[in-house]
């Protein structure tokens, strides 16, 4: 029946079908054929070009904050061709209530002007739903200098966290931790060494908070007034910088908002707009009976020009003068945790952006990855101007995902419309 019902919404929605690409496909973590599974998807191209994935390896069976979790990972030098051996970035301790309990749901950013990576996650054994400021979801920051080969201790930076939100009128946190996945770096805004870097939180209770560093995560600032949510009803966020500098927010709607696509909101001009649901707006992203993590990236980009309006007897060529951006953004299309797709719109000019109503409307595709059981997902542009797309797929009954890596080409996911600038 499930398998009638995604035949059928293949072919009304019109998706964009997965094609030959799928040869390329590598399950570089599999729950499967591991007595531990895994989950929650984190990839990243450090400055060498070289491409570091992340996931869970839950000895608890469930979410952190449940019982020991580890965080493995794994290294390509060729842009996804080859995957170096598994390894364990760090382990758990597995005593129970100790704050290195467990360590899961990894964000990482890399720096884009030295070998320098940072990866905060969820450390302890406090569930994000039981947690009170008294005992809160405690948050770690781990270290490389050698662009992901070799990592530091962790350091345990709850309270600095924590601390910014305590005197919000809309209360202080109870619980939060940093959208799993990525950690976005400006390409605009620099402070002395480092290119300022952005974290979304999933945070109650009063939906996400948005926090930044100048520093590369040693201290952190409240993006906007701490008496405001960007998304009072967002679940997991993430984070990316739109083409005139502004800061997109882009969450996950919790599960009393069953099908309202994500919850959109931008900062600019030192200030949060008001959010807005992607499925109530023209073309909007939509994603059928799930609330589900999914990745937003925004790159540079060039159409692709037709010779000819015989497109099937004449090859098209590069428009060497123009540029845009496009924004891409994975979700689960449904029904349910399945059909993972990508969907894009081009940002030709500052008004297909200029307000959230605006960025959430007029979207094409999707492009549909797979069309099996799937959840989370995330994606980087590759050092060949592929997008690394990383996601979790079959899920294995034992709270696990096969966690699956593909390289996919702007042209593909555009039919044929744009190439990575």
Not at 15 to 40: C, H, K
Not at 169 to 197: A, D
């Amino acid at each position: 029946m499930r398998f009638l019902l995604s035949l059928l919404l293949i072919l009304n929605c019109q998706w964009a079908t997965v094609d030959g690409q799928s040869s390329t496909t590598q399950t570089l973590f599999s729950s499967a054929s591991s007595e531990v599974p895994y989950r929650i998807p984190a990839i990243v191209k450090n400055k060498k070009g070289e491409l570091l994935a992340f996931t869970d390896y839950r000895h608890c069976l469930s979410d952190i904050g449940f019982g020991r979790v580890d965080l493995h990972y794994r290294i390509s030098k060729d842009n996804g061709r080859t995957w170096g051996p598994e390894q364990t970035l760090i382990e758990g301790n597995g005593i129970e209530g100790d704050h290195f309990c467990g360590f899961g749901d990894a964000a990482v950013v890399a720096d884009s002007k030295s070998n320098e990576v940072l990866l905060l996650c969820v450390c302890g054994q406090t569930p994000y739903f039981q947690a009170t400021r008294d005992n809160p979801n405690r948050v770690a920051a781990i270290r490389s200098y050698d662009g992901g080969h070799t990592w530091g201790a962790p350091e345990e930076i709850t309270e600095s966290i924590y601390t910014l939100f305590d005197d919000s009128q809309i209360g202080p946190v109870q619980s939060l931790f940093v959208g799993s996945g990525k950690i976005t770096q400006s390409r605009k805004v620099k402070v002395g060494k480092y290119y300022r870097i952005y974290a979304a939180l999933c945070a109650r209770p009063g939906g996400n908070r948005v926090i930044y560093s100048d520093d590369f995560g040693h201290t952190w600032h409240s993006l906007g007034t701490v008496h405001q949510s960007p998304a009072p009803l967002g679940d997991e966020p993430k984070i990316e910088e739109l083409p005139d500098g502004s800061v997109l927010l882009s969450s996950r709607p919790g599960w009393g908002n069953l099908n309202s696509g994500r919850f959109y909101n931008i900062y600019g001009q030192e200030s949060w707009s008001a959010p807005i649901a992607s499925a109530e707006c023209p073309s909007g992203v939509k994603a059928e009976n799930n609330v589900t993590n999914g990745e937003i990236l925004i790159v540079k980009v060039s159409p692709i020009r037709v010779k000819s309006k015989i497109k099937s007897q004449e090859p098209r060529e590069r428009s060497v003068n123009a540029q845009c951006y496009i924004a891409l953004q994975s979700v689960p299309l449904g029904p349910g945790r399945s059909n993972v797709g990508i969907y894009w719109k081009a940002l030709s000019s500052p008004a297909d952006y200029a307000n959230p109503e605006s960025f959430a409307s007029g979207w094409s595709g999707p492009y549909l990855v797979t069309t099996r059981d799937a959840a989370y997902s995330t994606m980087c542009v590759q050092q060949d101007g592929r997008i690394g797309f990383f996601w979790e797929d079959t899920s294995n009954g034992r709270g696990g995902y096969e966690m699956l890596y593909r390289p996919i080409s702007i042209s593909t996911i555009t039919a044929g419309r744009y190439e990575l600038r």
